[in-house]
Nanobody
C-alpha cells in the first residue's frame, strides 16, 4: 500500500482544513488508517484513526469535537476534517495504514505504511 497525504496549508486560528490520504492498492479497505502529527524535536503524536470498515473512529482528546476522520473505501481515501484550528495544531501531519489490535491503535510503531506528510500551519 502506498499512501499520499495532501491538503495542508497556512490558515488562521478558527479556520478549517481537510486533509486527504489517498492510497494505491486493492487491499486498502482492510487497513486501519490513522493520522499522526509531529513538530520538531517531539515524538510523533496520534491524532485520529478509522477502522477498516469506517464504523469505528478514535481521537486524541485535544481534537475531539473539532476534528472528524472518515473514509471512502471506493475511492481509497481517508479524510481528516479539521475545524476550529488552533496554533497548537501546527505540525506535519502523516497518514499511516496498518492492522493494529484495538489497544495498539495509537502506537505509531504498529503501522507498516506511511504517507510523506503534509504541513499544517495555524497562525494566531
Amino acid at each position: 500500500v502506498q499512501l499520499q497525504a495532501s491538503g495542508g496549508g497556512l490558515v488562521q486560528a478558527g479556520d478549517s482544513l481537510r486533509l486527504s490520504c489517498t492510497a494505491s492498492g486493492r487491499t486498502f479497505n482492510t487497513y486501519t488508517v490513522t493520522w499522526f502529527r509531529q513538530v520538531p524535536e517531539k515524538e510523533r503524536e496520534f491524532v485520529a484513526a478509522v477502522r477498516s470498515s469506517g464504523g469505528y473512529t478514535y481521537y486524541t482528546d485535544s481534537v475531539k469535537g473539532r476534528f472528524s476522520i472518515s473514509r471512502n473505501n471506493a475511492e481509497n481515501t481517508v479524510y481528516l476534517q479539521m475545524n476550529r484550528l488552533k496554533p497548537e495544531d501546527t505540525a506535519v501531519y502523516y497518514c499511516a495504514a496498518g492492522k493494529p489490535i484495538l489497544s495498539s491503535t495509537r502506537d505509531s510503531r504498529i503501522y507498516s505504511f506511511w504517507g510523506q506528510g503534509t504541513l499544517v500551519t495555524v497562525s494566531s
